[in-house]
């Protein structure tokens, strides 16, 4: 059984490191209902295959988090969300960014867990496996870049 046991601090150590910026952590509140806006979803399976939790960014952050890491202005950042269209390169970033978080998850007495996949959460449908949403919901995380701006990560996890 894997639950997002790390704090906001984790999060914001972590990602600082990554995107050479600070990158702070504000409210982290524990919630059982999600509700996640457009953006970017991170799945995690254990060695065995099982689902085991999901990570999500909302658009701008994930947009503020991959241009950070490729040292693009914030301005790309702000284009990128006002158009919804990700090059790539900033999707492959994505994709870094939640390997890292995703390290967080691996700790003494957990599962090993893997990122599975990095889908497109769109209002209205995604692309990802639909079971991804029945996981419970663990709460949210604001976070803030010094630069790029802000936005909330969603976790989910088995209990």
């Not at 600082?16 to 982290?28: D, E, N």
């Not at 099982?50 to 950070?68: K, N």
Request: glycine share 12%.
């Amino acid at each position: 059984m894997v639950q997002w046991n790390t704090s906001g601090h984790d999060f914001s150590r972590h990602l600082s490191l990554l995107v050479g910026q600070p990158v702070k952590a504000g409210f982290v509140q524990r919630q059982e209902t999600c509700r996640e806006a457009d953006g970017f979803v991170g799945l995690f399976r254990t060695d065995e295959g099982a689902l085991e939790a999901s990570c999500h960014l909302d658009l701008p952050l994930a947009a503020g988090l991959g241009s950070a890491l490729s040292l693009l202005s914030p301005h790309a950042a702000k284009e990128a969300v006002k158009s919804a269209m990700f090059s790539p390169a900033l999707v492959e970033n994505i994709h870094e960014i939640f390997n890292v978080i995703g390290g967080l998850k691996n700790g003494p007495g957990q599962p090993h867990v893997v990122l599975d996949g990095v889908f497109r959460v769109v209002e209205g449908g995604d692309d990802a496996p639909l079971n991804w949403r029945d996981l419970p919901c663990e709460g949210f995380i604001q976070l803030t870049l010094n630069l790029h701006g802000s936005g909330a990560v969603t976790l989910r996890a088995t209990r």
